[in-house]
């Protein structure tokens, strides 16, 4: 029971929007601070926005709400970079906590947005809550984005969204080249459906293809859609009082990846014995 009611909670953490809108940390600042090489952390104290830097104008990651914009504009300030350089605009997945404010982002920047092909739809539809976006370019699995010498590969890691994008590059720290892993989101939200699921038939066969993706890529940064998935705040704070960069995590990343899997397939067990009724579905 008891591990039952933890596996709830930590749901709850990363649960939709709508659950989620409770958690303070996702509207709450949250100073600016380098991860490593030209890959600096601008979001929320939970909400994650990556920004990559590059001679030829920057590279964001996610946008957040767009009540959350302004407190990304202030973290790129703080570092000293100009928001107005933003080039492109990328985002993990299309739920509103990583993309609602694509459509403010890119209408301020001119920055050009490229999403997944299986989250197109949901980034350019201009319903309550969705960013209404162009989408300047629609990326496929593998595909690259570069800029001013960066280069990101887009990995397709669906199941959390279909076209859930887990972004992957690499940067050089001390003349050492770093994996980086930017994980799109391996979580089984309350109310997904696994087994009969009309809308998206395929989403359990999606999730094992993910967890197989997130197992074969290599990984020196640990880094991911919330903050909460590698315990940013903590590694910040670790981080401030020197030593090895705690961001440096590839343990934490298989237990992560390996904690979700484990999630899935019990949720998914779960469902197969006691499939969801039609009305859920
Ligand atoms: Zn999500």
């Known amino acids: 029971m008891k591990t039952i009611k933890a596996g709830l909670i930590s749901l709850l953490l990363f649960a939709t929007p709508l659950v989620a809108q409770t958690n303070p940390d996702w509207h709450a600042s949250f100073p600016a601070f380098k991860i ?15 920004l ?23 973290s790129i300030e703080q570092l000293g970079f100009k928001y107005s350089d933003t080039k492109i605009l990328l985002i993990s997945h299309a739920h509103g906590d990583h993309d609602a404010g694509v459509g403010m982002i890119q209408k301020e920047t001119g920055a050009r947005v490229m999403i997944m092909d299986a989250d197109v739809a949901e980034v350019q539809s201009t319903a309550t809550g969705r960013p209404g976006a ?10 690259t984005v570069e800029l001013g010498g960066s280069k990101l590969t887009a990995r397709l890691t669906p ?14 720290e001390g003349g050492r080249k770093l994996d980086a892993v930017i994980v799109g989101s391996p979580n089984v939200n309350p109310g997904y459906v696994l087994v009969g699921n009309k809308n998206y038939p395929r989403i359990a066969e999606d999730y094992v293809k993910t967890f197989a993706v997130l197992k074969s890529l290599p990984i020196d940064l640990f880094l991911g859609a919330h903050g909460a998935y590698f315990g940013m705040k903590a590694k910040y704070e670790k981080m401030k009082s020197g030593g090895a960069n705690p961001f440096i995590d590839p343990a934490g990343y298989k237990a992560y990846v390996s904690e979700r899997e484990a999630a899935f397939q019990k949720e998914w067990e779960r469902q197969k014995q006691n499939p969801p009724s039609a009305a859920a579905r």
């Open 134 to 143: 162009h989408v300047d370019r629609v990326l496929h699995d593998g595909d």
């Open 36 to 50: 490593a090489g030209n890959l600096y952390y601008v979001g929320t104290a939970d909400l994650a926005v990556y």
């Open 159 to 172: 199941g959390h969204t279909k076209g859930c994008t887990t972004w992957t590059m690499q940067v050089e």
């Open 52 to 74: 990559i830097r590059t001679p030829q104008g920057n590279i964001l990651i996610n946008s957040d709400f767009p009540e959350d914009v302004p407190t990304i504009k202030k």
